[in-house]
C-alpha cells in the first residue's frame, strides 16, 4: 500500500497491483517529486499520467489542487487499482482511465485535450520514453509551457532530446532512477501554434 502525501486527500491509501509489473514511486521520491511540481499545479492544471501503474502520481496532482488527469495503462489489474483509487479519494469526476497501450491513448487523445504537465514511468531500458518523447514534440496534446517529466533508470541514454526539440529544466538523480524534466524549446512550441 501506499498514500497520498499532501493535498486533499493526504493520508489516504491507494492500492498497488500485485508483482512486479508496475513499480509504485516510493513516498520520499514522490514527496521531491512534487516539491518541484507544486508551482506548476493549479486548479486549470491538466495532467496526463502515462503508464500509470497504480495511478499515485496523478491522483497526487490531483490532491495537490490540479482540475483534471488523465491516466493511460494497459494493464487491467492496474486499471482496477486506478479505478478503485480514484473512487477512494473522490476524484472520479476530475479523472479518465484510459485502458490501452499509451501510444494508442495519445493517438486518441490528440486534437481533443491539451495538458500543462505530463508525467511518464515506463518499463525501463525499453527506450519508450524515446517513443513517446517524438509522439509528443510534434503533437498538438501539450500546451505552450507544458511541462514533462520522465522517470527512468539512472543509465537511460537521453542523447537526443536536443534533437527532437526538447531543453532539459532539471534533473534528479535517486540511487537507482531519476526524474528527467523537460519542455519543448520555445521555438518548437512557436512553429505549434501557428
Known amino acids: 500500500m501506499i498514500r497520498v502525501i499532501a493535498g486533499s486527500a493526504r493520508r489516504l491509501l491507494l492500492k498497488t497491483p500485485q508483482g512486479y509489473e508496475t513499480r509504485p514511486t516510493s513516498d520520499k521520491v514522490k514527496e521531491t517529486l512534487f516539491n518541484i511540481l507544486s508551482p506548476y499545479i493549479y486548479t486549470d492544471t491538466c495532467f496526463l499520467d502515462l503508464y500509470a501503474g497504480s495511478g499515485s502520481i496523478g491522483i497526487e496532482a490531483l490532491s495537490r489542487g490540479a482540475g483534471r488527469a488523465v491516466f493511460a495503462e494497459k494493464g487491467r489489474e492496474a486499471v482496477a487499482c486506478i479505478k478503485e483509487n480514484l473512487k477512494t479519494t473522490g476524484f472520479e469526476d476530475k479523472a479518465s482511465v484510459m485502458n490501452m497501450d499509451v501510444l494508442s491513448a495519445l493517438n486518441r487523445l490528440e486534437g481533443r485535450e491539451r495538458f500543462d504537465l505530463v508525467f511518464m514511468d515506463p518499463p525501463y531500458n525499453n527506450e519508450y520514453e524515446k517513443d513517446v518523447l517524438t509522439f509528443l514534440a510534434r503533437s498538438t496534446l501539450l ?5 514533462i517529466v520522465v522517470e527512468a533508470d539512472n543509465t537511460t541514454d537521453f542523447e ?17 532512477n531519476c526524474h528527467v524534466f523537460l519542455k519543448r524549446s520555445s521555438a518548437d512550441a512557436q512553429d505549434d501554434m501557428e
Open 143 to 147: 500546451c505552450e509551457d507544458a511541462l
Open 160 to 176: 537526443y532530446l536536443d534533437e527532437l526539440g526538447y531543453e532539459v529544466i532539471k534533473y534528479k538523480k535517486y540511487k537507482n
